[in-house]
Protein backbone atom coordinates (compact mmCIF):
# COMPACT_ATOMS: atom_id res chain seq x y z
CA UNK A 1 0.00 0.00 0.00
CA UNK A 2 1.57 3.58 -0.80
CA UNK A 3 -0.26 6.50 0.13
CA UNK A 4 -1.13 8.87 -3.09
CA UNK A 5 -3.37 11.75 -4.33
CA UNK A 6 -6.44 10.81 -5.73
CA UNK A 7 -4.93 12.44 -9.32
CA UNK A 8 -2.27 9.41 -9.21
CA UNK A 9 -4.98 6.94 -10.16
CA UNK A 10 -7.89 9.68 -10.97
CA UNK A 11 -9.00 12.31 -13.42
CA UNK A 12 -11.71 14.41 -12.84
CA UNK A 13 -14.41 17.29 -13.89
CA UNK A 14 -16.94 19.66 -11.97
CA UNK A 15 -19.80 21.80 -12.92
CA UNK A 16 -22.73 23.23 -11.02
CA UNK A 17 -26.22 21.59 -10.52
CA UNK A 18 -28.25 24.20 -9.10
CA UNK A 19 -27.49 24.86 -5.47
CA UNK A 20 -24.57 22.69 -5.35
CA UNK A 21 -21.92 20.90 -7.59
CA UNK A 22 -21.25 17.77 -9.37
CA UNK A 23 -17.68 15.93 -9.24
CA UNK A 24 -17.16 13.26 -12.13
CA UNK A 25 -14.48 10.98 -11.14
CA UNK A 26 -12.67 9.62 -14.10
CA UNK A 27 -10.22 6.59 -13.24
CA UNK A 28 -6.99 6.11 -15.23
CA UNK A 29 -7.55 2.31 -15.23
CA UNK A 30 -10.14 -0.79 -14.68
CA UNK A 31 -8.02 -1.58 -11.37
CA UNK A 32 -8.22 1.70 -10.27
CA UNK A 33 -12.09 2.08 -11.24
CA UNK A 34 -12.62 -1.61 -9.16
CA UNK A 35 -10.28 0.08 -6.36
CA UNK A 36 -12.61 3.38 -6.23
CA UNK A 37 -15.57 1.96 -6.84
CA UNK A 38 -15.10 -0.11 -3.55
CA UNK A 39 -13.31 2.90 -1.20
CA UNK A 40 -14.48 5.80 -2.52
CA UNK A 41 -18.08 6.42 -0.52
CA UNK A 42 -20.18 9.20 -0.47
CA UNK A 43 -19.04 9.61 3.34
CA UNK A 44 -15.37 9.67 2.32
CA UNK A 45 -15.94 12.26 -0.16
CA UNK A 46 -18.40 14.01 2.18
CA UNK A 47 -15.48 14.66 4.97
CA UNK A 48 -13.14 16.24 2.87
CA UNK A 49 -15.37 18.52 0.96
CA UNK A 50 -16.51 19.73 4.64
CA UNK A 51 -15.70 22.99 4.80
CA UNK A 52 -16.81 23.57 0.74
CA UNK A 53 -20.36 21.49 0.96
CA UNK A 54 -23.29 22.02 3.59
CA UNK A 55 -25.42 19.64 2.45
CA UNK A 56 -25.15 15.91 1.58
CA UNK A 57 -23.20 14.00 -0.62
CA UNK A 58 -24.65 11.20 -3.60
CA UNK A 59 -22.89 9.07 -5.68
CA UNK A 60 -23.56 7.46 -8.84
CA UNK A 61 -21.67 5.20 -10.95
CA UNK A 62 -21.15 4.66 -14.50
CA UNK A 63 -19.03 1.50 -15.17
CA UNK A 64 -18.63 2.07 -18.98
CA UNK A 65 -17.05 4.86 -18.39
CA UNK A 66 -15.14 3.89 -15.08
CA UNK A 67 -17.21 7.68 -13.73
CA UNK A 68 -17.84 8.06 -10.05
CA UNK A 69 -20.46 11.06 -10.25
CA UNK A 70 -20.64 12.59 -6.74
CA UNK A 71 -23.34 15.60 -6.25
CA UNK A 72 -22.45 17.93 -3.72
CA UNK A 73 -26.24 19.28 -2.35
CA UNK A 74 -24.74 22.83 -1.10
CA UNK A 75 -21.35 23.79 -2.42
CA UNK A 76 -21.76 27.05 -4.11
CA UNK A 77 -22.71 29.45 -1.64
CA UNK A 78 -26.51 29.57 -3.07
CA UNK A 79 -25.50 28.85 -6.60
CA UNK A 80 -26.63 30.76 -9.70
CA UNK A 81 -27.00 34.82 -9.32
CA UNK A 82 -27.27 34.79 -5.64
CA UNK A 83 -23.76 33.25 -5.08
CA UNK A 84 -20.61 35.09 -3.72
CA UNK A 85 -18.36 33.10 -3.60
CA UNK A 86 -15.20 32.98 -6.13
CA UNK A 87 -16.22 29.42 -7.62
CA UNK A 88 -19.78 30.35 -7.91
CA UNK A 89 -19.88 27.18 -10.44
CA UNK A 90 -17.89 24.54 -8.80
CA UNK A 91 -15.40 24.43 -11.64
CA UNK A 92 -12.21 23.86 -9.22
CA UNK A 93 -14.56 21.07 -6.96
CA UNK A 94 -12.89 18.24 -9.35
CA UNK A 95 -9.14 19.14 -8.68
CA UNK A 96 -10.14 19.41 -5.39
CA UNK A 97 -11.11 15.64 -5.10
CA UNK A 98 -7.98 15.03 -6.56
CA UNK A 99 -5.87 15.85 -3.83
CA UNK A 100 -7.50 13.27 -1.49
CA UNK A 101 -5.13 11.42 -0.47
CA UNK A 102 -5.90 7.64 -0.08
CA UNK A 103 -3.67 4.19 0.67
CA UNK A 104 -3.99 2.69 -2.60
CA UNK A 105 -2.75 -1.11 -2.99
CA UNK A 106 0.07 -1.31 -5.14
CA UNK A 107 -0.87 -3.79 -7.98
CA UNK A 108 -3.81 -0.95 -8.89
CA UNK A 109 -0.72 1.51 -8.76
CA UNK A 110 1.04 -0.93 -11.24
CA UNK A 111 -2.08 -1.07 -13.28
CA UNK A 112 -2.36 2.63 -13.69
CA UNK A 113 -0.45 4.36 -15.65
CA UNK A 114 1.76 7.33 -13.98
CA UNK A 115 0.48 10.76 -15.10
CA UNK A 116 3.76 12.16 -14.31
CA UNK A 117 5.48 10.51 -17.01
CA UNK A 118 3.33 11.20 -19.68
CA UNK A 119 3.97 14.01 -22.44
CA UNK A 120 2.36 15.69 -25.62
CA UNK B 1 -38.30 14.16 -44.58
CA UNK B 2 -35.78 11.44 -44.89
CA UNK B 3 -33.39 12.48 -47.39
CA UNK B 4 -30.97 9.45 -48.08
CA UNK B 5 -27.89 10.29 -46.27
CA UNK B 6 -25.92 7.45 -44.45
CA UNK B 7 -23.77 9.91 -42.46
CA UNK B 8 -24.17 13.43 -41.33
CA UNK B 9 -21.13 16.10 -39.59
CA UNK B 10 -23.02 18.17 -36.88
CA UNK B 11 -20.49 20.59 -34.86
CA UNK B 12 -21.14 22.83 -31.90
CA UNK B 13 -19.67 26.23 -32.42
CA UNK B 14 -20.95 27.87 -29.63
CA UNK B 15 -20.94 26.57 -26.10
CA UNK B 16 -22.55 29.53 -23.75
CA UNK B 17 -23.18 33.32 -23.71
CA UNK B 18 -20.08 35.27 -24.25
CA UNK B 19 -18.07 32.07 -26.05
CA UNK B 20 -15.69 33.25 -28.68
CA UNK B 21 -16.81 33.56 -32.14
CA UNK B 22 -13.64 32.01 -33.39
CA UNK B 23 -15.08 28.34 -32.87
CA UNK B 24 -17.98 29.04 -35.32
CA UNK B 25 -15.89 30.49 -37.57
CA UNK B 26 -12.64 28.29 -37.55
CA UNK B 27 -15.67 25.53 -38.27
CA UNK B 28 -16.88 26.69 -41.39
CA UNK B 29 -13.49 27.19 -42.59
CA UNK B 30 -11.46 24.07 -41.19
CA UNK B 31 -13.02 20.83 -43.14
CA UNK B 32 -15.98 19.63 -44.00
CA UNK B 33 -19.66 20.15 -42.25
CA UNK B 34 -23.38 19.65 -42.89
CA UNK B 35 -24.95 21.17 -39.58
CA UNK B 36 -23.40 24.02 -37.16
CA UNK B 37 -25.24 24.32 -33.50
CA UNK B 38 -25.13 27.06 -31.29
CA UNK B 39 -26.04 27.68 -28.01
CA UNK B 40 -26.68 31.52 -26.75
CA UNK B 41 -28.77 31.13 -23.71
CA UNK B 42 -27.44 30.61 -19.98
CA UNK B 43 -30.31 31.18 -17.51
CA UNK B 44 -29.32 34.40 -16.47
CA UNK B 45 -30.01 35.39 -19.87
CA UNK B 46 -33.31 35.56 -20.28
CA UNK B 47 -34.17 37.50 -17.19
CA UNK B 48 -31.48 40.19 -18.61
CA UNK B 49 -33.48 39.59 -22.68
CA UNK B 50 -36.57 40.19 -21.15
CA UNK B 51 -36.06 43.62 -19.96
CA UNK B 52 -34.27 44.49 -22.90
CA UNK B 53 -37.32 43.82 -25.11
CA UNK B 54 -39.35 45.66 -22.22
CA UNK B 55 -37.35 48.69 -22.92
CA UNK B 56 -37.26 48.49 -26.95
CA UNK B 57 -39.43 45.67 -29.21
CA UNK B 58 -36.57 45.01 -31.72
CA UNK B 59 -34.47 44.02 -28.83
CA UNK B 60 -33.92 40.19 -26.49
CA UNK B 61 -31.99 38.29 -29.01
CA UNK B 62 -28.15 37.42 -28.84
CA UNK B 63 -27.21 40.34 -30.83
CA UNK B 64 -23.50 38.25 -31.34
CA UNK B 65 -25.33 35.72 -33.93
CA UNK B 66 -26.53 38.45 -36.29
CA UNK B 67 -22.80 39.55 -36.48
CA UNK B 68 -21.73 35.83 -36.80
CA UNK B 69 -23.92 35.10 -39.92
CA UNK B 70 -22.60 38.27 -41.26
CA UNK B 71 -18.90 36.83 -41.04
CA UNK B 72 -19.63 33.09 -42.13
CA UNK B 73 -22.71 33.36 -44.86
CA UNK B 74 -20.06 32.87 -48.10
CA UNK B 75 -18.66 29.88 -46.56
CA UNK B 76 -22.18 28.80 -45.79
CA UNK B 77 -23.66 28.81 -48.62
CA UNK B 78 -20.44 27.40 -50.55
CA UNK B 79 -20.79 24.81 -48.65
CA UNK B 80 -24.27 24.21 -48.27
CA UNK B 81 -24.26 23.98 -44.42
CA UNK B 82 -26.92 24.24 -41.86
CA UNK B 83 -27.08 26.92 -39.19
CA UNK B 84 -29.37 26.17 -35.91
CA UNK B 85 -29.17 28.47 -33.07
CA UNK B 86 -31.18 29.27 -29.78
CA UNK B 87 -30.07 32.93 -30.85
CA UNK B 88 -33.88 34.63 -30.32
CA UNK B 89 -33.53 34.33 -26.87
CA UNK B 90 -37.30 36.12 -26.24
CA UNK B 91 -37.91 37.93 -29.52
CA UNK B 92 -36.66 34.96 -32.31
CA UNK B 93 -38.51 37.37 -34.96
CA UNK B 94 -36.87 40.46 -34.26
CA UNK B 95 -33.44 38.44 -34.58
CA UNK B 96 -35.22 36.99 -37.48
CA UNK B 97 -35.95 40.32 -39.34
CA UNK B 98 -31.71 41.27 -38.11
CA UNK B 99 -30.46 38.11 -39.85
CA UNK B 100 -32.81 39.47 -43.32
CA UNK B 101 -31.22 42.26 -43.28
CA UNK B 102 -27.58 40.64 -43.16
CA UNK B 103 -28.88 37.86 -46.38
CA UNK B 104 -29.93 41.39 -48.11
CA UNK B 105 -27.09 43.36 -47.97
CA UNK B 106 -25.03 40.21 -48.90
CA UNK B 107 -27.16 39.71 -51.82
CA UNK B 108 -28.39 36.07 -50.43
CA UNK B 109 -31.53 35.21 -51.82
CA UNK B 110 -34.14 32.58 -51.52
CA UNK B 111 -32.21 30.72 -48.34
CA UNK B 112 -34.89 29.83 -45.91
CA UNK B 113 -34.88 31.13 -42.27
CA UNK B 114 -37.14 29.76 -39.86
CA UNK B 115 -38.52 30.38 -36.19
CA UNK B 116 -39.43 27.96 -33.67
CA UNK B 117 -41.62 28.98 -30.66
CA UNK B 118 -43.58 28.26 -27.99
CA UNK B 119 -41.07 28.43 -25.24
CA UNK B 120 -42.13 32.01 -23.77
CA UNK B 121 -44.68 31.27 -21.42
CA UNK B 122 -43.97 34.90 -19.20
CA UNK B 123 -47.04 36.28 -21.23
CA UNK B 124 -49.49 32.87 -20.21
CA UNK B 125 -48.24 32.35 -16.58
CA UNK B 126 -51.10 33.27 -14.97
CA UNK B 127 -53.72 31.10 -17.32
CA UNK B 128 -51.50 28.13 -16.68
CA UNK B 129 -51.45 29.10 -13.14
CA UNK B 130 -55.38 28.82 -13.32
CA UNK B 131 -55.60 25.89 -15.01
CA UNK B 132 -53.90 24.35 -12.45
CA UNK B 133 -50.24 24.43 -12.81
CA UNK B 134 -48.45 24.85 -9.50
CA UNK B 135 -44.61 24.85 -11.04
CA UNK B 136 -43.45 23.78 -7.76
CA UNK B 137 -39.91 24.56 -6.84
CA UNK B 138 -38.00 20.99 -7.91
CA UNK B 139 -35.35 21.83 -5.57
CA UNK B 140 -37.48 23.48 -2.65
CA UNK B 141 -41.29 21.85 -3.09
CA UNK B 142 -42.64 25.90 -3.02
CA UNK B 143 -45.04 27.07 -5.22
CA UNK B 144 -44.68 29.33 -7.56
CA UNK B 145 -47.38 32.32 -6.42
CA UNK B 146 -45.06 32.88 -3.84
CA UNK B 147 -42.86 35.05 -6.21
CA UNK B 148 -45.20 35.10 -8.76
CA UNK B 149 -45.23 38.97 -8.76
CA UNK B 150 -41.36 39.28 -8.83
CA UNK B 151 -40.82 36.57 -12.02
CA UNK B 152 -38.95 38.59 -14.58
CA UNK B 153 -38.92 35.38 -17.41
CA UNK B 154 -40.46 31.96 -17.60
CA UNK B 155 -39.09 29.60 -20.51
CA UNK B 156 -39.72 25.60 -21.35
CA UNK B 157 -37.38 23.55 -23.08
CA UNK B 158 -38.76 22.71 -25.77
CA UNK B 159 -37.07 19.23 -27.55
CA UNK B 160 -35.61 18.54 -30.91
CA UNK B 161 -38.64 17.88 -32.98
CA UNK B 162 -39.81 21.66 -33.54
CA UNK B 163 -35.90 22.06 -34.57
CA UNK B 164 -36.49 18.88 -37.11
CA UNK B 165 -39.55 20.80 -38.19
CA UNK B 166 -38.33 23.81 -39.51
CA UNK B 167 -35.41 21.63 -41.21
CA UNK B 168 -38.30 19.23 -43.19
CA UNK B 169 -39.31 22.61 -44.48
CA UNK B 170 -36.23 23.64 -45.96
CA UNK B 171 -34.49 26.18 -43.33
CA UNK B 172 -30.97 26.60 -43.73
CA UNK B 173 -31.11 28.61 -40.52
CA UNK B 174 -33.40 27.80 -37.29
CA UNK B 175 -33.67 30.15 -34.48
CA UNK B 176 -35.22 28.98 -31.67
CA UNK B 177 -36.04 30.61 -28.33
CA UNK B 178 -35.33 27.98 -25.30
CA UNK B 179 -34.52 24.70 -25.57
CA UNK B 180 -32.22 22.10 -24.57
CA UNK B 181 -28.88 22.47 -25.55
CA UNK B 182 -28.36 18.58 -26.99
CA UNK B 183 -32.01 19.24 -28.95
CA UNK B 184 -29.54 21.61 -31.31
CA UNK B 185 -27.87 18.66 -32.19
CA UNK B 186 -30.68 15.91 -32.20
CA UNK B 187 -32.71 17.93 -34.40
CA UNK B 188 -31.05 17.63 -37.91
CA UNK B 189 -30.51 14.15 -37.03
CA UNK B 190 -34.33 13.59 -36.58
CA UNK B 191 -34.70 15.74 -40.35
CA UNK B 192 -31.95 13.55 -41.96
CA UNK B 193 -32.62 10.18 -40.79
CA UNK B 194 -36.59 10.28 -40.42
CA UNK B 195 -36.51 9.04 -36.69
CA UNK B 196 -39.72 8.55 -34.63
CA UNK B 197 -40.64 10.14 -31.79
CA UNK B 198 -40.97 6.58 -30.00
CA UNK B 199 -37.49 5.63 -31.41
CA UNK B 200 -36.16 6.02 -27.77
CA UNK B 201 -32.07 4.08 -28.51
CA UNK B 202 -31.83 6.81 -31.57
CA UNK B 203 -33.04 9.80 -30.00
CA UNK B 204 -31.08 8.84 -26.95
CA UNK B 205 -27.94 8.37 -29.24
CA UNK B 206 -28.23 11.96 -30.61
CA UNK B 207 -28.89 13.16 -27.02
CA UNK B 208 -25.70 11.66 -25.89
CA UNK B 209 -23.86 13.33 -28.97
CA UNK B 210 -25.34 16.64 -28.05
CA UNK B 211 -24.28 16.87 -24.43
CA UNK B 212 -20.62 15.31 -25.49
CA UNK B 213 -20.58 18.49 -27.71
CA UNK B 214 -22.43 21.11 -26.26
CA UNK B 215 -19.64 22.73 -24.43
CA UNK B 216 -17.57 23.29 -27.57
CA UNK B 217 -14.00 22.18 -26.98
CA UNK B 218 -14.51 20.95 -23.25
CA UNK B 219 -14.59 17.34 -24.72
CA UNK B 220 -11.07 18.00 -27.24
CA UNK B 221 -8.86 19.19 -24.28
CA UNK B 222 -9.96 21.99 -23.19
CA UNK B 223 -10.80 22.01 -18.96
CA UNK B 224 -9.21 18.72 -18.90
CA UNK B 225 -6.93 17.34 -16.36
CA UNK B 226 -4.03 16.10 -17.70
CA UNK B 227 -3.71 20.23 -19.39
CA UNK B 228 0.20 19.59 -20.12
CA UNK B 229 -0.34 16.73 -22.31
CA UNK B 230 -2.57 18.93 -24.77
CA UNK B 231 -1.42 19.75 -27.71
CA UNK B 232 -1.60 23.41 -29.20
CA UNK B 233 -4.29 24.72 -26.81
CA UNK B 234 -4.61 27.85 -28.70
CA UNK B 235 -6.55 26.38 -31.53
CA UNK B 236 -8.44 23.56 -29.78
CA UNK B 237 -10.40 21.57 -32.78
CA UNK B 238 -14.08 22.11 -32.07
CA UNK B 239 -16.04 18.64 -31.94
CA UNK B 240 -18.06 17.19 -34.74
CA UNK B 241 -20.23 14.46 -34.26
CA UNK B 242 -20.52 11.94 -37.25
CA UNK B 243 -24.01 10.23 -37.25
CA UNK B 244 -25.43 7.48 -38.26
CA UNK B 245 -28.76 6.37 -39.45
CA UNK B 246 -28.66 4.03 -37.02
CA UNK B 247 -27.63 6.29 -34.07
CA UNK B 248 -23.98 5.13 -33.65
CA UNK B 249 -21.50 7.91 -33.69
CA UNK B 250 -17.84 9.40 -34.22
CA UNK B 251 -16.55 11.64 -31.76
CA UNK B 252 -14.05 13.76 -33.74
CA UNK B 253 -12.41 17.18 -34.95
CA UNK B 254 -11.17 18.80 -38.12
CA UNK B 255 -7.67 17.32 -39.13
CA UNK B 256 -4.89 20.14 -37.84
CA UNK B 257 -6.24 21.35 -35.10
CA UNK B 258 -5.13 21.45 -31.30
CA UNK B 259 -6.13 19.49 -29.04
CA UNK B 260 -7.40 15.66 -28.66
CA UNK B 261 -10.07 13.30 -28.64
CA UNK B 262 -9.44 9.71 -27.03
CA UNK B 263 -12.04 7.65 -24.48
CA UNK B 264 -10.51 10.59 -21.68
CA UNK B 265 -11.27 13.80 -22.92
CA UNK B 266 -14.72 12.77 -24.12
CA UNK B 267 -15.52 10.84 -20.74
CA UNK B 268 -14.30 14.50 -19.20
CA UNK B 269 -17.08 16.25 -21.21
CA UNK B 270 -19.66 13.06 -20.78
CA UNK B 271 -19.11 13.50 -16.86
CA UNK B 272 -20.03 17.18 -16.96
CA UNK B 273 -22.80 18.45 -15.02
CA UNK B 274 -23.94 15.11 -14.67
CA UNK B 275 -26.82 13.80 -12.57
CA UNK B 276 -28.30 10.24 -12.27
CA UNK B 277 -26.39 8.83 -15.67
CA UNK B 278 -28.87 6.28 -15.87
CA UNK B 279 -31.67 9.17 -16.37
CA UNK B 280 -30.23 11.51 -18.34
CA UNK B 281 -33.93 13.47 -18.91
CA UNK B 282 -34.76 15.56 -21.84
CA UNK B 283 -38.47 16.49 -23.35
CA UNK B 284 -37.37 14.25 -26.23
CA UNK B 285 -36.09 10.90 -24.16
CA UNK B 286 -34.54 9.74 -21.19
CA UNK B 287 -31.00 8.76 -22.18
CA UNK B 288 -29.07 6.29 -19.98
CA UNK B 289 -25.24 7.67 -20.16
CA UNK B 290 -24.62 3.91 -18.16
CA UNK B 291 -25.41 2.15 -21.45
CA UNK B 292 -22.77 2.74 -24.33
CA UNK B 293 -19.70 1.27 -25.40
CA UNK B 294 -16.90 3.94 -26.17
CA UNK B 295 -14.35 2.75 -28.73
CA UNK B 296 -11.31 4.72 -29.79
CA UNK B 297 -11.12 3.89 -33.22
CA UNK B 298 -7.95 6.20 -34.46
CA UNK B 299 -6.46 9.21 -33.91
CA UNK B 300 -9.08 11.25 -32.69
CA UNK B 301 -11.62 9.46 -33.09
CA UNK B 302 -13.97 7.87 -30.75
CA UNK B 303 -16.82 5.85 -31.66
CA UNK B 304 -19.99 5.78 -29.55
CA UNK B 305 -22.23 2.80 -29.99
CA UNK B 306 -24.79 1.11 -28.05
CA UNK B 307 -26.78 3.68 -26.45
CA UNK B 308 -30.38 2.89 -24.85
CA UNK B 309 -33.55 4.81 -23.91
CA UNK B 310 -36.50 5.30 -22.25
CA UNK B 311 -40.01 6.88 -22.91
CA UNK B 312 -40.10 10.61 -22.44
CA UNK B 313 -41.93 12.07 -19.48
CA UNK B 314 -45.01 14.08 -20.11
CA UNK B 315 -43.60 17.16 -18.73
CA UNK B 316 -41.46 19.93 -19.82
CA UNK B 317 -39.60 21.71 -17.50
CA UNK B 318 -39.44 25.21 -17.05
CA UNK B 319 -36.76 27.47 -16.01
CA UNK B 320 -38.35 31.09 -14.30
CA UNK B 321 -35.89 33.77 -13.19
CA UNK B 322 -37.44 36.57 -10.57
CA UNK B 323 -35.92 39.34 -8.63
CA UNK B 324 -34.56 37.71 -5.51
CA UNK B 325 -32.61 40.93 -3.72
CA UNK B 326 -29.35 42.93 -4.18
CA UNK B 327 -25.63 42.24 -4.20
CA UNK B 328 -22.04 43.76 -3.84
CA UNK B 329 -18.68 42.19 -4.13
CA UNK B 330 -15.38 44.17 -4.41
CA UNK B 331 -11.93 43.29 -3.74
CA UNK B 332 -8.47 45.03 -3.06
CA UNK B 333 -5.06 43.43 -3.30
CA UNK B 334 -2.59 43.15 -0.08
CA UNK B 335 0.86 42.61 -0.57
CA UNK B 336 3.46 40.86 2.31
CA UNK B 337 4.84 40.74 4.44
CA UNK B 338 2.12 39.78 6.32
CA UNK B 339 -0.39 39.77 3.98
CA UNK B 340 -2.80 37.10 5.15
CA UNK B 341 -2.87 38.88 8.43
CA UNK B 342 -3.15 42.27 7.04
CA UNK B 343 -5.68 41.35 4.76
CA UNK B 344 -7.87 39.95 7.95
CA UNK B 345 -7.66 43.18 9.61
CA UNK B 346 -8.76 45.02 6.99
CA UNK B 347 -11.92 43.03 6.43
CA UNK B 348 -12.53 43.52 10.24
CA UNK B 349 -12.35 47.03 9.45
CA UNK B 350 -14.51 47.31 6.78
CA UNK B 351 -17.66 45.46 8.98
CA UNK B 352 -16.65 47.76 12.21
CA UNK B 353 -17.09 50.95 9.89
CA UNK B 354 -19.65 49.91 8.39
CA UNK B 355 -21.51 48.93 11.73
CA UNK B 356 -20.83 52.36 12.87
CA UNK B 357 -22.82 53.72 10.65
CA UNK B 358 -25.63 51.83 11.32
CA UNK B 359 -25.07 48.79 8.56
CA UNK B 360 -24.99 45.73 10.21
CA UNK B 361 -24.92 42.26 7.83
CA UNK B 362 -25.48 38.75 9.24
CA UNK B 363 -23.60 35.93 8.85
CA UNK B 364 -25.23 34.23 5.71
CA UNK B 365 -25.16 37.92 4.71
CA UNK B 366 -21.34 38.12 4.23
CA UNK B 367 -18.96 37.02 2.21
CA UNK B 368 -15.05 37.29 3.00
CA UNK B 369 -12.59 35.69 1.04
CA UNK B 370 -8.90 35.55 1.10
CA UNK B 371 -7.68 34.57 -2.59
CA UNK B 372 -4.57 33.09 -2.82
CA UNK B 373 -4.85 31.60 0.56
CA UNK B 374 -6.74 28.52 -0.11
CA UNK B 375 -10.11 29.80 -0.75
CA UNK B 376 -11.67 27.13 -3.73
CA UNK B 377 -9.69 24.14 -2.10
CA UNK B 378 -10.47 25.19 1.41
CA UNK B 379 -10.19 22.24 3.78
CA UNK B 380 -8.41 20.50 1.21
CA UNK B 381 -4.65 21.12 1.33
CA UNK B 382 -2.34 20.05 3.29
CA UNK B 383 -1.13 21.74 6.28
CA UNK B 384 1.87 23.88 6.21
CA UNK B 385 1.77 26.08 2.80
CA UNK B 386 3.99 28.61 2.65
CA UNK B 387 2.91 32.99 3.51
CA UNK B 388 1.55 34.13 0.33
CA UNK B 389 3.41 36.79 -0.85
CA UNK B 390 -0.27 38.78 -1.24
CA UNK B 391 -3.81 38.14 -1.08
CA UNK B 392 -6.58 38.92 -2.92
CA UNK B 393 -9.73 40.42 -0.05
CA UNK B 394 -12.82 39.65 -1.37
CA UNK B 395 -15.58 41.39 0.67
CA UNK B 396 -19.41 40.78 -0.63
CA UNK B 397 -22.71 41.57 0.96
CA UNK B 398 -26.29 40.42 -0.12
CA UNK B 399 -30.10 40.98 0.69
CA UNK B 400 -33.12 42.54 -0.12
CA UNK B 401 -32.59 46.13 1.01
CA UNK B 402 -30.43 48.47 -1.83
CA UNK B 403 -29.08 50.78 0.29
CA UNK B 404 -27.64 48.74 2.58
CA UNK B 405 -26.11 46.97 0.29
CA UNK B 406 -24.79 49.83 -2.16
CA UNK B 407 -23.51 51.46 1.40
CA UNK B 408 -20.92 48.49 1.97
CA UNK B 409 -19.61 49.19 -1.46
CA UNK B 410 -18.03 52.58 -0.54
CA UNK B 411 -16.19 51.40 2.82
CA UNK B 412 -13.37 49.28 0.84
CA UNK B 413 -11.43 51.99 -1.14
CA UNK B 414 -10.62 54.07 1.70
CA UNK B 415 -8.63 51.06 2.97
CA UNK B 416 -5.77 52.30 0.83
CA UNK B 417 -4.80 55.26 3.14
CA UNK B 418 -6.93 53.98 6.06
CA UNK B 419 -5.59 50.37 6.95
CA UNK B 420 -2.23 48.51 7.17
CA UNK B 421 0.80 49.08 4.46
CA UNK B 422 0.43 47.71 0.86
CA UNK B 423 -3.08 47.47 0.08
CA UNK B 424 -3.75 48.05 -3.31
CA UNK B 425 -5.60 47.12 -6.20
CA UNK B 426 -8.89 48.68 -6.41
CA UNK B 427 -8.84 49.87 -10.08
CA UNK B 428 -12.46 48.68 -10.42
CA UNK B 429 -13.38 51.68 -7.95
CA UNK B 430 -16.37 51.16 -6.00
CA UNK B 431 -18.28 48.00 -5.91
CA UNK B 432 -21.78 48.76 -7.23
CA UNK B 433 -25.22 46.95 -6.13
CA UNK B 434 -26.43 44.42 -8.72
CA UNK B 435 -29.92 42.74 -8.66
CA UNK B 436 -29.74 39.10 -7.87
CA UNK B 437 -31.60 37.03 -10.46
CA UNK B 438 -32.98 33.95 -8.70
CA UNK B 439 -34.16 30.60 -10.59
CA UNK B 440 -37.14 28.62 -10.64
CA UNK B 441 -37.04 25.55 -12.30
CA UNK B 442 -40.45 23.81 -12.78
CA UNK B 443 -42.32 20.85 -14.76
CA UNK B 444 -45.25 21.26 -16.58
CA UNK B 445 -48.18 19.43 -18.48
CA UNK B 446 -46.48 19.04 -22.04
CA UNK B 447 -49.77 19.57 -23.83
CA UNK B 448 -50.11 22.68 -22.73
CA UNK B 449 -47.34 23.93 -24.60
CA UNK B 450 -48.42 24.64 -28.24
CA UNK B 451 -44.92 24.61 -30.11
CA UNK B 452 -45.11 27.05 -33.43
CA UNK B 453 -42.75 26.58 -36.78
CA UNK B 454 -42.53 29.36 -39.39
CA UNK B 455 -40.28 29.49 -42.59
CA UNK B 456 -39.46 32.78 -44.03
CA UNK B 457 -37.60 33.44 -47.30
CA UNK B 458 -34.47 35.55 -48.32
Not at chain 1, 52 to 63: K, L, P, Q, Y
Amino acid sequence: MTVVALHRIAQARSGDKGEGSNVGLIARSEAAYQFLKEHLTAEVVQKHFAAINHGGVERFVADNMRVLNFLLEDSLGGGGSASLITDAQGKTHGLALLRLRMDVPDQVLDATPDPATASV
Amino acid sequence: MTQGKEMIRVANGQGFWGDSILGAVRLTEEGPLDYLTLDYLAEVTMSIMQKLRSRDPQKGYATDFVALIDRILPRMVEKNIKVIANAGGVNPHACKDAVMEVLKKHGQTGIGVAVVEGDDLMGDLDSLMASGEEFKNMDTGERLAAVRDRVTSANAYLGAFPIAEALDQGAQIVITGRGTDPGLVLGPMIHEFGWKADDWDRLAAGTVAGHIVECGVQCTGGNYTDWQTIPNMAMLGYPIIEVHRDGSFVVTKHDGTGGRVDRATVTHQLAYEMGDPAHYITPDVIADFTSFTMTEEGPDRVRVAGVKGLPATHTYKVSMSYADGWKSVGQLTISGPDALAKAKLCADVVWARLAYDGFEYSEAEKLVEFVGAGVCHAGTLEAGAPEPAEVVLRLGVKGPDKGKIARFGSELVPLVTSGPPGVTGFAGGRPKATEIIGFWPALMDKSKVETRVSLFQS
